[in-house]
């Protein structure tokens, strides 16, 4: 008799703790699956290839270049020298365009306050700053440069149910700041030249206009829109620049 209510009770608990364990990892996996089902159906490579694009690190050997610097241009705490001569200047609201007598350009810009990704996460309430640190990591907060170089490196495959929830909640939002920038070119690269860092959007081979956003060691972006210039022009230009 005894015998026969410890089996009528293990058939009891078996399919019970079954039931808690199915329960118990449906709960766990739900925010999971809700963002992993939500960025496969936005994201995919076919709908959104930019998404998928992260730098690709390069480095610029300054010495192969013989240039000689024909124009000094000065824009707002940045001086800089290009190797043509200058025709006109033409100073804008937000910019300053340089033209030059074979065509060429440059478009100068320092980015503002209200445009830093960085100034804007972390002006909220501290509790909801907290909340910030702890979905995109301190370390990823420490500079605007930080915070893009995450932004430019998450791509939707990141996303996965078995990461922590943090590590997946926070592809979406990045993914979204990311526009911003996949919009402006089909590669982006990243190096770095002196005293400061540099994402270019855009392969001079392939395309007139190359944007080139520079993070100074002073908190500075200052962004460049080259046109129609070559790879070996804008890693010379850059190699001249000064900060004042």
Excluded: C
Excluded at 16 to 38: H, K
Excluded at 99 to 127: A, M, T, Y
Excluded at 135 to 160: C, H, R
Excluded at 182 to 202: C, M, P, R, T, W
């Amino acid at each position: 008799m005894k015998m026969l209510r410890r089996l009528k009770s293990k058939k009891v608990i078996i399919p019970v703790s079954t039931l808690i364990i199915v329960a118990g990892t449906l709960i766990y996996f739900s925010d999971r699956l809700t963002s992993f089902i939500f960025l496969n159906f936005f994201y995919s490579e076919a709908k959104t290839p930019k998404a998928y694009l992260t730098p690709i690190s390069r480095e610029i050997n300054l010495s192969q270049y013989k240039f000689k610097a024909h124009s000094r241009l000065s824009y707002k705490h940045i001086n800089l020298k290009a190797p043509w001569e200058l025709k006109e200047r033409h100073d804008l609201d937000l910019s300053t365009f340089f033209v030059f007598v074979n065509k060429k350009g440059i478009e100068i810009q320092r980015q503002s306050d209200d445009e830093s990704i960085l100034k804007n996460l972390l002006k909220d309430e501290p509790i909801e700053v907290h909340k910030t640190k702890v979905l995109f990591g301190e370390k990823n907060l420490k500079s605007e440069y930080s915070i893009v170089n995450l932004i430019l490196n998450t791509t939707p495959e990141q996303a996965s149910l078995f990461k922590p929830l943090q590590a997946l909640l926070r592809v979406h939002p990045l993914l979204l700041y990311k526009t911003l920038y996949s919009a402006l070119a089909d590669v982006i690269y990243k190096f770095n030249i002196d005293n400061f860092e540099v994402f270019q959007f855009g392969n001079p081979q392939n395309t007139e206009n190359v944007r080139v956003h520079i993070f100074n060691k002073n908190g500075q972006v200052f962004r460049l829109h080259f046109i129609r210039a070559t790879q070996a022009e804008i890693d010379y230009i850059l190699s001249t620049i000064e900060f004042f």
